[in-house]
């Protein structure tokens, strides 16, 4: 009997883990990746979570010492270079481009195709068909859309539903080890180090290196620096020199000299200046902003959302990929215990209400940031201040707050 088949709409971490669960369950699972060129990291650091291990392990990927790099120690330090304090953690930073190499070399090359852009999805009672840009038409059992944040299949489906802007975004450099002064590093590179300028978070560690590599001399150091700015503001670090503007987010080549100029000179002016020095010598650091998007459905008929798709939590949780893993896991086990239709109503009700927790865990956590674009008088208590103690608990809970989200959205699914 023919294998049942799924359409995997985005190639990225999502897709690829829905695609090896698929398959790991008996299915034909096709991933349609819209970027014509294998997709490539950009060095993006990722924070595991055990969770995200034992999913790699079921699918016979050992999260060994290849896999990320472990950090034992977190500083506090302040824009004169001073640390204020020391804390103990354990915390295992890959990245993007290592978990999606492990995945990504799982699947038969006939199984990856890239340039492939959905433009449309139809549906009747025997199938789903994927439309393509290129006018390719592809069929399928199930459609599986894993295609981020800005998701086509979302739109298709639930088109009121859009993305909103947290108020921050996530200024982000990566400099590889060999590049990092010998005594900064010898100062901070095995360890998280945070800055907190007023109003703002920065944070930063040790990741892979560009070609994933994470023995000593060969890996990267990588930077997350939240700021909060305005709507306006960010209309203007989405427009380049010509004076196009590119709507919420701008490809990093185009962002303005300038801009980086400015953004170097505010590193100097308000963070460690060890970390200051890493931010300048990246030649192109990059903007993310941050989002929230809690969907009320994620399955419609054959058609199921994934990972960003589904629901996009801000960074703080940590969790983006380890739910992405998650997600596909649980999908592939609903369907294969209790065929499509049921497995489908399952994934809904339960990893819905995951995704839906972890949206708000995101939006209590950066809920600091956000409130700095109030006047002063409305914000309320933590958002004047942010305490290492009060961090610190996060920092160390990660884990078992994502344990608590899960217990709690599997007694509200009940
Ligand atoms: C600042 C920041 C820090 C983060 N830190 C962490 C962290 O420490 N830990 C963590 O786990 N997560 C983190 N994340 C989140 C993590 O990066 C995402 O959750 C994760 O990449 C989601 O994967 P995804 O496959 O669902 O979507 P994406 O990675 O967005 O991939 C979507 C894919 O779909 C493709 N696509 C889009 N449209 C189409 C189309 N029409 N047709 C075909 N293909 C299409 C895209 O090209 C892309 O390859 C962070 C995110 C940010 C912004």
């Known amino acids: ?20 669960m698929l398959r790991s369950t ?9 970027n014509t060129e294998e997709l490539a990291g950009r060095g993006a650091g990722i924070s595991t979570h055990p969770q995200l291990h034992d999913v790699m392990k ?81 069929r399928g059992d ?13 739109e298709k489906m639930l088109p009121d539903m859009l993305p909103s802007y947290a108020g921050y975004v996530a200024w982000r450099a990566m400099l590889d080890e060999k590049q990092i002064p010998p005594k900064i590093h010898a100062e901070i590179f095995d360890r998280y180090t945070y800055c907190l300028p007023p109003g703002e978070l920065m944070l ?29 503001r960010l209309t203007d670090l989405c427009t380049d020199t010509t004076g196009r503007n590119y709507g919420t987010s701008i490809p990093p080549p185009l962002i303005r000299p300038k801009i980086i100029a400015e953004m170097k000179a505010t590193a100097r002016a308000l963070v460690a200046p060890q970390v200051a020095e890493i931010f300048e010598r990246d030649p192109q650091p990059f903007f993310q902003p941050i989002f929230d998007l809690d969907s009320p459905r994620t399955v419609f008929g054959r058609v199921a ?46 990893q819905g209400a995951f995704g839906s927790g ?11 940031l956000t409130e700095q674009l109030l006047p002063i ?28 989200i899960l217990e709690a959205s599997r007694a509200v699914a009940e």
């Open 305 to 350: 959302l994934l990972g960003d798709a589904a629901f996009i939590a801000r960074p703080h949780p940590g969790a983006g990929t380890t739910k992405a893993a998650m997600d596909a896991e649980h999908l592939a086990d609903s369907i294969q215990a209790l065929g499509l239709e049921k497995g489908l109503a399952k994934y809904q009700r339960e």
């Open 1 to 20: 009997m023919a294998k049942p088949r799924a359409i995997i709409i985005g190639g990225s971490v999502g897709g690829l883990f829905a695609a090896n």
């Open 58 to 138: 079921r699918l016979g990927i050992p999260f060994d010492d290849s896999m990320g790099i472990s950090v034992d120690k977190v500083v506090f330090i302040d824009n004169k270079g001073v640390t204020y304090d020391t804390r103990d953690t354990v915390r295992v930073m890959s990245s993007w481009g290592r978990i999606y190499r492990s995945l990504r070399d799982m699947l038969p090359p006939d199984s990856y195709r890239l340039g492939m852009n959905l433009v449309n999805v139809e549906q009747d009672a025997d199938g789903v068909t994927a439309i393509f840009a290129n006018g390719h038409r592809e």
């Open 377 to 404: 008088e409305h914000r309320k208590n933590k958002a004047l201040t942010w305490a290492v103690d009060d961090l610190m608990t996060d920092h160390n809970n990660r884990s078992e707050a994502l344990r608590g």
């Open 26 to 34: 008996g299915w034909d699972a096709v991933v349609f990746e819209r």
């Open 204 to 232: 930063a560690y040790p990741v892979p290196g560009r070609n994933n590599e994470t023995q000593p001399g060969h890996r990267a150091y990588n930077i997350v620096w939240y700021r909060p700015t305005q709507p306006r």
């Open 358 to 368: 972890i949206v708000k865990q995101g939006q209590r956590d950066g809920a600091y």
């Open 142 to 154: 199930l459609l599986i859309g894993a295609d981020g944040g800005r998701s086509t299949v979302r």
